[in-house]
């Protein structure tokens, strides 16, 4: 079994974010025999999420966690264990960044390395992607989320893993008409966004398949 507490970084000078919190939603979860994709990343997951979803319809189910955490976090590899322990995932798109801006960048891109360690040796025969941290309206905050990412892409080169870039082709955009705010961006960029993820999944899934993506009465878009 592999225990969390073997990868989480033993210290850490991360201080934690006024407001943390962690949203994941498993679609389609009765069904065990379809692919199945786990998203993990923060408010640009949460945003692009459902996008995704639609475009693998029947293709692959998706389940996504989106976080405010930290990499370094104390809870984080507590967290992420859960999530990936709970499904098989026949791929796995893996992001955290943005909520690192200012975080240590040693103790960053260690823990980094030691979260894709543990992804890797708790799902060993899912495709495990990189994916890169989107630019943002803030010149300053841009250059370090590329600075992030260029740490990420070596942590991707080292263990021979398939990246997903959505940094290059945001950076090209117009700020103004594409972002909402600093962080977020516009129903054009994440259309754009999703067809990145979609066309990478597609092309590394060894099966593909699935039922329609059905809605629950009781879930997040249904009655109650």
């Known amino acids: 079994m592999i225990n ?39 408010s640009i997951c949460n945003a692009y999420h459902d996008s995704v979803r639609r475009k693998l319809e029947g293709c692959a189910n998706i ?23 709970m499904e098989h995932y026949d791929m796995i798109c893996y992001n955290n960044g943005l909520h690192s801006l200012s975080t240590d960048t040693d103790e960053w891109s260690a823990a980094y390395r030691s979260a894709l360690d543990m992804i890797r040796a708790m799902a060993p025969e899912a495709v495990l992607a990189v994916t890169l941290s ?13 600075a992030l990412n260029q740490i990420a892409l070596a ?12 940094f290059s082709p945001m950076d090209v955009l117009d700020r103004n008409e594409f972002w909402g705010d ?6 054009p960029a994440i259309d754009i966004q999703s067809d990145i993820i979609a066309a990478c999944v597609k092309e590394n ?10 809605e629950t009465e009781t879930g997040p878009m249904g009655k109650l």
Request: with cysteine.
């Open 4 to 42: 969390w507490q073997d990868f989480t970084p033993k210290t850490t000078t991360r201080a934690r974010e006024t407001i943390e919190w962690s949203i994941t939603y498993s679609f389609n979860a009765p069904d065990t025999e379809s692919p199945r994709v786990l998203l993990i990343g923060d």
């Open 63 to 85: 389940t996504f966690w989106a976080s405010s955490k930290c990499v370094t976090d104390p809870d984080y590899f507590k967290e992420l264990h859960h999530i990936v322990s």
């Open 134 to 146: 989107t630019p943002l309206q803030d010149a300053k905050k841009t250059e370090r989320s590329r």
């Open 155 to 166: 942590a991707a080169e080292e263990r021979a893993l398939p990246v997903i870039d959505l």
């Open 182 to 187: 600093c962080y977020h961006f516009k129903a």
């Open 205 to 214: 899934l060894s099966r593909q398949g699935g039922a329609a993506h059905a």
